[in-house]
């Protein structure tokens, strides 16, 4: 069982920055891929990155590439979403989520356990 719990959420004008964390509690934490999704009102979950156990593989969707960098620090159980040149098209709720397997998934049906989320809201 893994615990997610998702932080760093809030308000940015566009063209700002803002640092999402994701604390995860249970055991073996180096042994999850780690993903991050988002959700808008109205729309599907879509995927926005996804890290491997080690850190050394890591996966964007085109809509982020070059704005988002994932990352983890596997001595504390957290990993880490960097989002610049924010957009009024990331605003939307985040998930972090996780699950037990060696290829790195991009689809959310193949994760295991979920956070709660944390709203991010760019203004124009």
């Known amino acids: 069982q893994v615990l997610l719990v998702e932080s760093g959420g809030g308000l940015v004008q566009t063209g700002g920055s803002l640092r999402l964390s994701c604390a995860a509690s249970?055991?073996?934490?180096?042994?999850?891929?780690m993903g991050w999704f988002r959700q808008a009102p109205g729309k599907e979950r879509e995927f926005v990155a996804a890290v491997s156990r080690t850190g050394n593989s890591r996966f964007y969707a085109d809509s982020v590439k070059g704005r988002f960098t994932i990352s983890r620090d596997n001595a504390k159980n957290t990993v880490f979403l960097q989002m610049n040149s924010l957009k009024p098209e990331d605003t939307a709720v985040y998930y972090c989520a996780a699950v037990n397997r060696l290829v790195v998934p991009t689809t959310s049906d193949r994760y295991d356990y979920w956070g709660q989320g944390t709203q991010v809201t760019v203004s124009s």
């Open positions: 249970g055991r073996s934490f180096s042994g999850y891929c």
